[in-house]
């Protein structure tokens, strides 16, 4: 059944929105540093703040890892990356 979001009642959207923050993914295994791929491109910095990664355009939209774009040589660099950034932006999201 399709409904708009203004005619679900508060407290199903507070439910909602509870089960999606506490929503846990756990990795079942990987394919380890064979596969490991850098990307290129990406949400431009200059549009981000570096101090929270937060959006400079858009209030409390955050960016962080692959998706912004940095590359970093193969070896780790990218996952330190994806880990500060996404550390850095939990301070302040």
Not at 22 to 44: C, F, H, K, S
Not at 47 to 67: A, D, H, Q
Not at 70 to 90: I, K, P
Request: hydrophobic content about 35%.
């Amino acid at each position: 059944m399709r409904r708009r979001i203004a005619d679900i009642p508060n407290r199903q959207l507070q439910q909602l929105g509870s089960a999606i923050n506490q929503w846990q993914i756990v990795p079942n295994g990987t394919e380890g540093y064979r596969t490991a791929e850098v990307t290129l491109g990406g949400v431009d910095t200059a549009g981000l703040s570096s101090k929270t990664m937060e959006s400079r355009r858009v209030p409390n939209l955050y960016f962080i890892g692959e998706v912004v774009d940095v590359t970093g040589h193969l070896g780790g660099h990218n996952f330190q990356w994806a880990w500060s950034s996404g550390f850095v932006a939990c301070q302040y999201a």
